[in-house]
T-cell receptor
Framework: EPEVTQTPSHQVTQMGQEVILRCVPI?????FYWYRQILGQKVEFLVS????????KSEIFDDQFSVERPDGSNFTLKIRSTKLEDSAMYFC????????????FGPGTRLTVL | GNSVTQMEGPVTLSEEAFLTINCTYT??????LFWYVQYPGEGLQLLLK?????DKGSNKGFEATYRKETTSFHLEKGSVQVSDSAVYFC?????????????FGKGTMLLVSP
């Protein structure tokens, strides 16, 4: 069964460094999402992406964040200058259509900022 | 805004015990409601859903009924198994939220012992 994959599973970085989190969505899906979960907190929506552009973003998704689909298969989340409070589990999801009930999630990347 | 509140975990049960995980929501319209499950080391998987009041979602022995009058969507299972040990997330999506982003609760860990 097709699945969403994410790499790395765990990323440790120093404050102020740039990180890129990678996701490979399911191949025929059209909509892509990033969510994050700070330890002990809710899973929060960050951004959605369709047709090579951002379709919706939350207040969390400020200028330090960017997303890209560089080669038609990968979907990346970049954090330009990480802060301690960016430490969280980041989940990628892909959707064949716009319907929320068909979101397929990856296993997540745990980001630790020191 | 929208929000989802789940009971705190972990919930610790013996095999074959009855499970209830409470979930209540706040939404401006008439949302669709979901339960997602995350097994260790894996991504979020859709467990069940309900799209309108009094609908009952069910899957793998789990059930949840959309109660508009109490704004609740409690998850139940009559007899849990060790393999049900996982983190369970309640979530909602507003039907008019464009690309149907999900609003999640914090998640409830379930631990089932033999």
């Amino acid at each position: 069964e097709p699945e969403v994959t994410q790499t790395p599973s765990h990323q440790v970085t120093q404050m102020g460094q740039e990180v890129i989190l990678r996701c490979v969505p399911i191949s025929n899906h059209l909509y892509f999402y990033w969510y994050r979960q700070i330890l002990g907190q809710k899973v929060e929506f960050l951004v959605s992406f369709y047709n090579n552009e951002i379709s919706e973003k939350s207040e969390i998704f400020d200028d330090q964040f960017s997303v890209e689909r560089p080669d038609g298969s990968n979907f990346t989340l970049k954090i330009r200058s990480t802060k301690l409070e960016d430490s969280a589990m980041y989940f990628c999801a892909s959707v064949p259509s716009g319907r929320a009930d068909t979101q397929y999630f990856g296993p997540g990347t745990r980001l630790t900022v020191l | 805004g929208n929000s989802v509140t789940q009971m705190e975990g972990p919930v610790t049960l013996s095999e074959e015990a009855f499970l209830t995980i409470n979930c209540t929501y706040t939404a401006t319209g008439y949302p669709s409601l979901f339960w997602y499950v995350q097994y260790p080391g894996e991504g979020l998987q859709l467990l069940l859903k309900a799209t309108k009041a009094d609908d009952k979602g069910s899957n793998k022995g789990f059930e949840a009924t959309y109660r508009k009058e109490t704004t609740s969507f409690h998850l139940e299972k009559g007899s849990v198994q060790v393999s049900d040990s996982a983190v369970y997330f309640c979530a909602l999506a507003e039907p008019n939220s464009g690309y149907s982003t999900l609003t999640f609760g914090k998640g409830t860990m379930l631990l089932v012992s033999p």
